[in-house]
Every structure is written in C-alpha cells, then in structure tokens.
C-alpha cells in the first residue's frame, strides 16, 4: 500500500472515530428547556385586573360599581376569583378553579354554576358557561399583547339576553 493510500485511510478513520464520538455525546437541551416559561408566561391572565368602566359597555345595564377579577395558579388549574360590587350596592363573590378543557364547579352565582375554558391561543381562552346542566352562554378573555390589558366579551342567554364587554387593566 503506498503512503498516499495508507494516509488516506489514516484520515478516514480518524474522521469515522471523531462522528462517532460527537454522536454519543449528549445533545444540548432546547432553549425551552434551559429556560422554561415562567408561570405568567404560561397563562398571561394570571395575576389581578380591576373593571375600567369608561371602556366596558354592558347591554342591558346598569354596569357594576366595580369588579376586581383575581387569578392564580393552583394545583387543578387557574383558579379565579371575581369580587363585584353591584350597581344597587350589593356584593358578590364568585370563584372557581379551571383548566382547559375540563367542566368546573362556579361558586357564588345565581347565573352560572359551570364552566369550561378552551384555551385559543396564549392572549385568548373562550369559556362555555351553563346552569342546572343547560348552556348559558359564551364567554371570550383577550389579554392584550403587552399584557396590560384584559378584555372579556360576554354572551349569555339565560336568564336574560346579555352581551357585555368588560375591559379591566392590570393591577397586579
């Protein structure tokens, strides 16, 4: 075998050893994986949002004195709590814990008493709401894309005819 021949074969097989150690050398984790997405990152909503009445309209009013919607992250899911003061003074209270795509119990309303979120894209979630086993209504939250903004457009049917469009700012 010339030199030229063995040298050749020389640098294949140095070649074959070094691919072969590149391949059994563990890849770098994803970007993901090396920074996963913070809580808030998961689900924009998280967090407190107060009812900005100059910009929510309410079909049939009267509008609510005030709102202040909480949600957070729990073991089954975001869990929401929505304290609202009545335009006749009145206060309620209503709470609930919900993931995407599961029926969850709704406490605290004379209106609703299930819902089921669907998760459309990371700013939108549309929630199905019933009562007494009976579709209510629709329910549609956008939070704007600088995160500041939460705007949740209500279609409901029973009791009454509805469509609300609340718009609430982040306090929290």
Not at 146 to 154: A, F, K, V, Y
Not at 157 to 169: L, S, Y
Request: overall charge negative; aromatic content about 6%.
């Amino acid at each position: 075998m010339s030199i030229a021949n063995r040298i050749v074969c020389a640098a294949a097989v140095v070649t074959v050893l070094q691919l072969g150690v590149f391949a059994q050398q563990p890849s770098s984790p994803p970007a993901d994986e090396l920074n996963p997405p913070t809580v808030q990152e998961q689900d924009l909503v998280l967090g407190a949002w107060e009812l900005d009445l100059s910009r929510s309209m309410f079909s049939p009013g009267p509008p609510p004195r005030s709102e202040i919607r909480s949600y957070e992250e729990g073991h089954e899911g975001i869990k929401a709590e929505i304290l609202t003061v009545n335009a006749d003074g009145t206060k309620t209270h209503m709470e609930y814990t919900a993931s995407f795509n599961v029926i969850a119990a709704v406490t605290g309303s004379q209106q609703t008493d299930e819902i089921r979120m669907r998760r459309v894209d990371p700013y939108t979630a549309e929630s199905n709401l019933s009562y007494g086993g009976k579709a209510v209504g629709v329910a549609r939250r956008v939070v704007s894309k600088d995160g500041q903004t939460l705007t949740i457009t209500l279609d409901r049917t029973a009791p009454t005819m509805v469509h609300n469009v609340e718009v609430f700012k982040r306090v929290r």
